[in-house]
């Protein structure tokens, strides 16, 4: 005997309800949470780095350290590369799905 059930699907994930049948879909279900926690690696990574860069920036500034403040430019920028590769990944795997 099959047991059906209708489970919500995070709004991560789609956000719609999902036809859910056994222990199959919920690796189907926790495969897809894995892909969305791949996407935002490279998001945090580019946060971290943006927050970082300000915080240098702001201190060279205040100081009149030029070499840290530069550091810091390079490391908003670096953040901001890291965003769009974030970005990039999404709309692949997006497209693939």
């Known amino acids: ?10 709004a991560a994930l789609g956000g719609e309800m999902a036809r859910n049948r056994g222990v199959g879909s919920q690796v189907v279900v926790a495969c897809q949470m894995q892909k969305e926690l791949q996407m935002d690696r490279e998001h945090v990574k580019g946060a971290a780095d943006k927050v970082k860069g300000a915080v240098k920036e702001a201190a060279g500034k205040v100081t009149g350290d030029t070499k840290l403040e530069t550091e810091g430019k390079i490391d908003k920028a670096k953040g901001a590369a890291h965003n769009a590769v974030g970005d990039a990944k999404d709309a692949v795997r997006k497209a693939t799905d």
Request: charged share 10%; hydrophobic share 60%; net charge negative.
């Open 1 to 10: 005997m099959e047991l059906a059930f209708q489970a919500p699907i995070p």
